[in-house]
């Protein structure tokens, strides 16, 4: 499918008030104006609307694309704290579907995965399916479609000031499994990416990232992309 490479997802989980997110977009944006680079940021959802207004005050919104981290698998109605797809219709282009984290904490099961990215594309909303292992068979689903699907292994993701990425090798057996499921399908890779093991992961044939803990820090995440972009 037609994506800028390396496509690089920064999913910001849990973090950030609007202050610092500003700041962040300001910091990273001028850089990626002056290397001519493009990622998608996906806030939480508070953060959408206020960082939207921005890159757009900033001319920086052809370039730092907006996705969201998660959508309700329910299309509207009396389902306290959900966000659905048709709400972020407009405001994002991306979402990530099926985090393990998603999957692990909040009891996703694939028929959830199902429904999430039926309502993603009847909103016009390009989905991220998040796959570990176990959930390849998932990808089937998709065959022939154009999607990005990033494989990411649990054991693989970080916890804070630890990095852990799998192998680049096993990663790209892996993408190959993707790949056998969906030949259309965009892979990236996620896990404990950071500026010291980005190129090994694109070497072997991966079209991008999902960062995590590297894409919180402006200089951590410079330093990513600038490794990433050579
Ligand atoms: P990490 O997180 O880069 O901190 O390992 C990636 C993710 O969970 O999407």
Known sequence: MAIFKPAIVANWKANKTQEQALSWIEKVGSFLEEKSGEIILCPPFILISPLRERLRALGFSDFIHLG?????????????????????????????????ERRRLFGEKEKDIVQKINLA??????????????????????????????Y????????????????????????????????????????????????????????GFVVGQASLGEDDFIGLLTASFT
């Open 152 to 207: 990411e292994p649990i054991s693989a993701i970080s916890t804070p000031g630890d990095y852990r990425p799998d192998n680049p090798e096993d990663a790209s057996r892996a993408a190959k499994e993707i790949l056998a499921r969906n030949s259309k399908a965009v892979v990236l890779y996620g896990g404990s990416v950071n500026q010291a093991n980005a190129q090994s992961f694109l070497k072997v044939g991966f079209s």
């Open 121 to 150: 594309k009847k909103w016009q909303i390009k989905p991220i399916l998040l796959v570990d292992l176990p959930q390849v068979n998932e990808v089937s689903l998709y065959a022939d479609q154009e999607m990005l699907v990033c």
């Open 68 to 100: 969201a981290q998660n959508i309700s698998h329910y299309e509207c109605g009396p389902y306290t704290g959900e966000v659905t797809a048709e709400q972020l219709s407009g405001l994002v282009e991306y979402s990530l579907i099926g985090h393990s």
